[in-house]
């Protein structure tokens, strides 16, 4: 499971952190975890952009998420992901809420510095497509840990996605 928080909701944000969990999609249970804050100033450099909107709904959000993804000592862009890039097996399957926004915006990322991305294409998964068969089941799992902070987020999608998996089998 990908998630990735951003500055915007286009393929070409700025991306302030990435997370990604192991899991096991029948029981749920996870494994590895990579988490890393990313430079803004790096992501700007490299041609990404910021969106006002965005910028506008962080500053709305809880005071403990923003300030667990904005520090001064976040590694530039292209270390976070080629770091990434280490942590993935590329045979995995990538889920990400949808595929075409984090997993969309993590590879136009790529693209940026010229390097193949870490996934094939044809593995991305698309967590939104499966919880639209049972949205009771999503809002019935309850959310622990912090909102908007990607690690929590991609656990938190990992257990109604595994759910909702186990539902349609």
């Known amino acids: ?80 992901l080629k770091n990434f890039g280490r942590f993935l097996n590329s045979d995995a399957f990538v889920w990400g809420n949808s595929a075409r926004f984090d997993l969309g915006i993590l590879e136009n990322a790529y693209q940026a510095f010229n390097i193949n991305i870490p996934w094939k294409w044809h593995r991305e998964m698309d967590v939104r497509t499966l919880a639209l068969l049972y949205p009771k089941t999503k809002s019935s799992i309850d959310f622990i840990g912090l909102k908007h902070y990607p690690i929590d987020d991609c ?15």
Not at 43 to 62: F, H, P, R, Y
Not at 164 to 169: A, E, R, T, V
């Open 1 to 80: 499971m990908v998630d990735i928080e951003t500055l915007g909701n286009k393929s070409n944000s700025v991306i302030l952190s990435i997370a990604a969990v192991y899991f096991d999609l029948q029981t749920g249970k996870t494994g590895k975890e990579f988490t890393t804050n990313i430079d803004i100033q790096s992501c700007l450099d490299a041609g990404l952009k910021i969106d006002a909107d965005t910028v506008k709904w962080w500053l709305s959000q809880n005071e403990q998420a923003r300030e667990k993804i904005l520090c001064n000592d976040a590694p530039l862009l292209i270390a976070g």
């Open 155 to 169: 656990k938190h999608q990992i257990k109604y996605l595994c759910e909702i998996y186990n539902q349609l089998n």
